[in-house]
């Protein structure tokens, strides 16, 4: 039986991983569930628009390896701006390997993804070694992983049974794993932060597979708790306006979630 759904603000206070806390606390506090995929290539463009959007996002998700000019400055930057206005970050690095080169691409490299990133997430392919690798590096700091246990994209091969393989690492790695990139509600337990990519205002898709649908079927019918959204947002003229649309419509959604 589905239990009650609970309101952001409860939910920060029965959840017991303090990165999922306090992801809830910033949602309920800014009222949104819109995380921005900020997919440009350039430093400069990626701080100046999260600056300007920050205000409307209770996550930023980067995907750093297609930036272009990087340097170990833009992700002091991003972290200033995470605390000024209040946001996680997300690193989509979609680990996918075993145990140990996990832990290093997560932890060493250029990027040295583990030092500034909230979040990041992994493909459960290897099976559990990779988060166990994951987790080694982050020992003692509050970080969390999200599992893609599900993809947006057409002819995606994670479902059914790699779906419920997903669900069952995630139930099993509980201090590390803070959730799904996932097209449905796969667990009712808040514990695990739902998010929902390829959303956009307007359905349909692009020319390499991506397949959107709206904030409303994400949060509604699929019981998303996070939408993340790139290019609904980037490329229009405006995107703050856009970014208030999404956040506008994503907690509407959510508050007539509640109602059920
Ligand atoms: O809104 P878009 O289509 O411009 O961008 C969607 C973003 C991209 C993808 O790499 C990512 O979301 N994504 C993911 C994630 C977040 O893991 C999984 C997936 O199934 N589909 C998807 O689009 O940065």
């Known amino acids: 039986q589905k239990k009650k759904p609970q309101t952001y603000k409860e939910r920060a206070s029965t959840c017991t991983n303090p990165l999922v806390q306090q992801l809830y606390k910033i949602m309920n506090l800014k009222k949104s ?26 996550i930023v998700k980067t995907h750093v390896d297609i930036i272009e000019d990087f340097s170990p400055q833009f992700t002091t930057s991003l972290r200033d701006l995470a605390a000024k206005h209040n946001f996680l970050i997300f690193e989509d690095r979609k680990f996918g390997d075993i145990g140990k080169t996990v832990k290093s691409q ?122 993340i959204v790139g290019s609904g947002i980037l490329a229009t003229d405006d995107p703050v306006q856009a970014a208030i649309q999404y956040k506008e419509a994503g907690y509407k959604a959510y508050e007539e979630s509640l109602k059920n």
């Open 33 to 58: 569930n819109l995380a921005l995929s900020v997919d440009l290539q350039n430093s400069q463009q990626i701080l100046q628009t999260v600056d300007k959007l920050g205000p409307h996002l209770c």
């Open 106 to 227: 997560y932890e060493g490299g250029i990027y040295k993804i583990s030092s500034w990133a909230d979040i990041v997430n992994a493909h459960p392919v290897p099976g559990d070694g990779v988060i166990k690798g994951l987790k080694e590096a982050a020992t003692g700091t509050n970080k969390g992983c999200l599992l893609v246990a599900e993809m947006s994209s057409a002819g995606s091969l994670a479902k059914s049974d790699y779906t419920k393989g997903a669900i069952k690492m995630a139930e099993d790695h509980k201090d590390f794993v803070i959730g799904f990139i996932c097209q449905s509600r796969l667990i009712d337990d808040y514990n695990f932060v739902h998010m929902t990519p390829g959303v956009k205002l307007s359905e349909g898709g692009d020319s390499l597979g991506q397949q959107y649908k709206t904030p409303e079927e994400a949060i509604l019918k699929r019981g998303a708790d996070v939408i």
